[in-house]
């Protein structure tokens, strides 16, 4: 992944021409709504992916990034519509141009070519999902299960893992699908040869007496045993050399036509039609779900629906309606997934049966067809091929309709059809073969004895290739099965793992911003192609977010959702986000714990900020999670984002200085300290006299602010005396008196005693006088805030109610014990 | 079913693959250079076909052997 260092936009949305530096660090970019931020992230998203979700996803059918994403004043000019990206690849340890126009978004320009650098470039673009805004928060949140199923799953890039079950399933279902057919054939290769030698059962002792009693008529030796390599003609060859050739053995085929005509005259075997009238219940069914499915799917119809039928008539058109009962309607057509497996399964094994009957009628109608074509005069096939051709085409639908189970049309017509009623015409052909064959002349006991020991050889030969093929289509199947099980399991067992580990990481993040929820507890379960998402209640129960959750709570679940499937999917790619106005309705107390989570549990991540809420901003800055922002002040169609840039307070104040404007410096001053005073007072739980409209002034906050700040420090030597630990308590002692020594200076002390030196008065002071107060403050903040350039963060207490135990910064770099006990 | 496209393989799916050989090679009944062929089929960002499935699946007969 990357870090970006700078953004260049032009004519790309509401921006006309913007540069935005970023340094490679977290950035924020503060301003009203209208004024452009929205903007800046369509323009990272669409550099880096050449979409803009904004314009291409769900719901935003009219709107397209070509026809939409160039300024409205160059809609015809897309080429002038571009954004570069000057970034870094810390993996690499370069850095990299990445440049896209709205004229050919599918292009990017990156520089230099590296192959390596594309190859990260392609990872970002196939995860869009860097960049969250917080409309999208709400797919994490109050998303139906199955369409977070389909969200995280692609999200987690888990679809590969279900694309390779079906993968695996299909393979498996082929496999038993041959080996289905592999058995059938090797049963109706058996029936063939039982027939010919018109025995009942299948035994080699029987199949030899059958095969003897020929070769005695033609005087040759007994066979023995019957193996692989038996030959039923052995010396029949020589006996038969002049015998006259026939196509046709009399007593074989009718025979074949006999069990042929049984089978016609017996109907519907009553097992296929238990087969049948199960499989075609349970594809009508099937097709009428379907069509509510194809519903949902395509509108959440039914999804929708059900969530409106609260009321005693339709929302529209006021219609009455009886809730309960249409409740139950809507319900009903929907039938879960689990079913229509279960429903599947059964219409497969149905339509595997139906096959093998299907299959044995075609096979005795083509023996049958070949029998009429070899007679002398002919008798006409071709009913007999059409009637085959129809069996044909019957096996056809059912075997398509298990390899697309759209196609349930051709499989119901299949099932609705008295296939086994032989056609009128067919019929008569079979009549008149049989007819043809009973004719024929007797032939002698010899040559009779060459042919059936001829057909014996060919059906025995058959019979053998059918098992042998049986044999390993059944072992092929039994791996794909075993391989197919074994990866369902695996994969659930580590789904279950990825879920388990997302769910506690979740609770972790969403604790870590709401600590007054102690006992909150997040759980995703997965179940058939839906993704439950249960949170606790103050301890009443687990249930969907939505159900009882403030918004502000829910925007932070998705949030924490969110960073936890992304430490998830990316690892340590996590490298790079553009949270755009997600952290809107994060309420007042739970936002420094937002950045604190940002910067500490993501200290490898970029991330971008947007909000509306200068506040927010500050909070970001005070927190250390961003150095840098912009404001954007405003916005025109014609000139675009107005844009001033996020001062140092330090440096706004200097220069107030260098004008001799003390008047505004005070202001400033005066500002900055009324703020960073309710952070620090706050943060150390300082004791203040409570008032109950809020209104603290700066006198108010920061004397008992830095007491306590003393008063922590203090607290820290004890407990290091306690504890025995020498280099900390004398470290402690220092910064002690460092602490007196710069709060004294600052006078804050002094205020309410001395009104000569109260803040209320520094619009008076000197330029001079001025600077010594500024510099003492920016000296005592400075003196409190954690020296780590990276953190740079104001101490707080924890745990932040009860008993203090710990003084500590975000980073760790402060980290003074407290206790004593 | 959903176009597999040649990309490279997510981290949960790798974790899948290497629990899903691991399995493999300790099952009886799958034979290990099966198991092999099959972990190096998945493993390359596309979708396999029923072919490739049967080719690393079945056992080739062993040399000298008819």
Redesign the interface.
Known sequence: MIRIKSIHIEEFRGIRDLTLDLGGKNFGICGPNGTGKSGVVDAIEFCLTGNVTRLSGQGQGELSVKGHAPHVDHRANPDMAKVTITAAVPSLGKDVTITRSVKTPRAVTIVPADPKIQ?II??LQ?HPEFALSRREIAKYIITPPAQRSTDVQTL??????G??R???L??AN?CKRDAGEAERAQASAETELKTALNIPTLDRKKVLEKANVHRSVLGLPALTELIPQTSFMEGAQEEGKDAKKTVVAKDVALADLTTLSTAIHSGEPDDLKVHRESALASLKKLKEDEKALSLARAHGFITAGLEFVTEDSCPLCDKPWDADELRAHLQAKLLSAEKIGTLLEKIGNANDAIIGVLGDRAAGIRKAAGYAAALDPVVSRAELDAYTKVLGDAITALKTFEDDHSMIEGAIAVLEVKWWEVPEDAQTRLDETEKGIKALPDRSAKDKAIELLAVLQDRYERLLVAGKTAKSMTA?N???Q??YD??N???N???EG?YDAVAKEFTEFYKAINDDEGMFVGELKAELAKLSFNVDFYGRGTFPPGAYHSEGHQDGMGLCLYLALMK????DKFTFAVLDDVLMSVDTGHRREVCRLLKTNFPNTQFVLTTHDRVWLQYMKTEGLIRKGQFFGGWNIDTGPRIWDDKDIWAEIQEALDKDDVPRAAALLRRYLEYISVVLADNLRAQVEYRGDSSYDLGDLLPPTLNRWKDRLEKGIKSAEHWGHGDAQAALEEKLAEAKILITKSNAEQWAINKSVHFNEWENFMKTEFKEVADAFKALLDHIRCQNEECGGYPYLTPRKGSSEQLRCSCGAININLKTK | MAEFKNEPISPALKKVLDEFVTVLHSDEEIDNEAADRLDALLRKGKLPKHDDLDAALSTPPKEGKP
């Open positions: 190859t392609g990872e196939s987690l890039r888990l679809d590969r893992i694309e390779l079906k993968a695996l299909s393979y082929k092929r039994a791996t794909a075993h391989v074994r990866y399991t695996v994969s067992t580590v789904l990825i998830h999917t990316l690892a």
